[in-house]
């Protein structure tokens, strides 16, 4: 009786054995016809071959990468948003500014932004936690009309609490308050945290693809933008999302180096236009909102370039190798992450072969472990080309921010990573004033002052295992 039943159990262990593994490759399939791309694709099959008991399980959470078209077409499913962002257009349109034959950069931006380049803007940079929340409540308390609000985080600590209490304030003073938050990202934010919101009149809505079943664990597709538009004529965005840390109130990163942008003028409209279309995926409803816009007398070129997975290319992916083609002096890019496909990273090797000035400014301390260590792995493929690395030592650097020669600068919620690439929705701003793009030039040359700049014995002259994990994590960089 005894063999008989370890005859049978063994039987039921080798059938649902032998079933992970028909099911990992009817996986293989999937991640054959739908990954991006060829090193996602790899990294996915080798998994679901080898070790399908927990590659399945990922797979589901991570490894849809092309966003639905139903999704994409969200500006056409409602006539009123598509007529909005018609007139919209038509209004930039008197503003644009027109792009020399020889500006590749911009021509190629403007394409995958679908957004123009106007004049008579107003741009203001905000460097780190005290000075840009001071200004955020400022003009959320100035507010008259309405408040676009969108943050990837939102934490519950005391930074959030001062938050909730000033969309609450303008909320009882009369004020339409859009509050958005990516589902995933603020997935501690408590139900007591909104419903304080909802029942004082902000209208509160999560950004999130899981609306059907086959969804429901999934992970990717998030709404990485942090924006603020008060009453149509001022707009913040940028690096920081609402929690303590991001005031360097975070007993293991210390100091917050982090970077956002006030805009004035025109842009102003395509921020709300961004704004405004993440709405409606997640209320199907449109706001009325004010789209007059008033030049500004400092008169500074700018352009919102908003990028995603509902795009049909891989448009920051686009940028960033395009930035690189088209640099000629210099391109210095701040991001958390320095994980680049093979795309960008040729681009970045070819730039310092031309004799471009190619440095990408990165955090010493990590946040995520996997993306830190796969960093390592990319100094053999950038140190000897002459790509140079900085290590920020004063604190954690969480900004993003590039650099193209003395001719334009860009801020804004994109990394130097597969999911700003092609997973996350991202918004970025450039401008080719020259004296903003001193500014950022003034800036970053105080955050490389303050960080370290690597050798390629940080990564060959560590121990095996260490070079081992960050290989390893390399591999698995397109699903991070």
Same mark, same amino acid.
């Given at each position: 009786m005894f063999t008989r039943g370890f005859e049978v159990e063994t039987w039921h262990g080798a059938l649902a054995v032998t079933a992970f593994y028909i099911v990992g490759i009817l996986h293989v399939l999937h991640a054959l016809m739908h990954v991006r791309t060829s090193q996602g694709t790899i990294a996915w099959v080798i998994s679901l071959v080898t070790v399908p008991f927990i590659a399945i399980p990922l797979y589901w959470l991570l490894g849809r990468t092309r966003f639905s078209t139903n999704v994409g077409g969200r500006r056409q499913k409602d006539v009123r948003l598509a007529e909005l962002a018609a007139s919209m257009h038509e209004r930039l349109r008197e503003l644009e500014v027109e792009i020399p034959e020889d500006d590749a950069f911009e021509r190629a931006a403007r394409l995958l932004g679908g957004l123009p380049f106007t004049r008579g803007n107003k741009l203001r940079l905000l460097i780190d936690g005290e000075r840009t929340f001071e200004r955020i409540f400022e003009v959320i308390a100035a507010s008259r009309r309405y408040l676009c609000v969108n943050f990837f985080i939102v934490k519950n600590d005391t930074l959030g609490a001062r938050f909730?209490?000033?969309?609450? @304030? #303008?909320? #009882?003073? *009369?004020?339409?308050v859009y509050f958005l938050f990516d589902e995933i990202g603020s997935h501690k934010l408590p139900r007591g945290f909104l419903r304080e919101l909802r029942e004082a009149g902000? @209208?509160?809505?999560?950004?999130?693809?899981?609306?059907?079943?086959?969804?429901?664990?999934?992970?990717? &597709? #998030?709404?990485? #933008?942090?924006?603020?538009?008060?009453?149509? *004529?001022?707009?913040l965005i940028g690096g920081f999302n609402v929690g303590d840390e991001y005031l360097g109130h975070h007993r293991k990163f210390g100091a917050w180096r982090d970077t956002h942008l006030e805009l004035r003028g025109p842009v102003v409209q395509a921020v709300q236009m961004v704004f405004l279309e993440d709405w409606f995926w997640a209320s199907n409803e449109v706001p009325d909102l004010h789209w007059g816009t008033q030049p500004e007398a400092a008169d500074q070129i700018a352009a919102v370039i908003p990028t995603g997975p509902a795009d049909p290319a891989d448009s920051w992916q686009l940028i960033v190798a395009e930035a690189a083609n088209s640099a000629r002096e210099r391109l210095w890019i701040a991001s958390p992450y320095f994980v680049p496909d093979e795309g960008v990273l040729t681009a970045l090797q070819a730039a310092a072969i031309r004799g471009v000035d190619v440095r990408i400014l990165i955090p010493e301390r990590p946040d995520h472990l996997m993306v830190w260590l796969s960093a390592f792995s990319y100094y053999e493929n950038s140190l000897? &080309?002459?790509?140079?690395?900085?290590r920020y030592h004063r604190g954690f650097l969480h900004q993003k921010v590039m650099l193209i020669d003395r001719r334009l600068a860009a801020v804004g919620t994109a990394n130097l990573d597969n999911r700003s690439f092609r997973l996350n929705f991202e918004i970025t701003a450039f401008s080719t004033d020259r004296s903003f793009v001193h500014e950022v030039t003034e800036m970053l040359g105080v955050d490389f002052d303050q960080a370290r700049e690597a050798n390629i014995g940080d990564f060959t002259g560590r121990s095996f295992l260490f070079r081992a994990a960050c290989r390893a994590a390399r591999l698995f960089a397109p699903i991070q």
């Open positions: 909730q209490q000033a969309l609450i @304030e #303008r909320a #009882r003073a *009369g004020v339409r902000v @209208e509160c809505h999560s950004f999130g693809i899981n609306r059907y079943w086959w969804s429901r664990l999934q992970l990717n &597709f #998030r709404n990485h #933008r942090k924006i603020v538009v008060s009453d149509g *004529g001022v707009a000897p &080309f002459g790509v140079r690395i900085f």
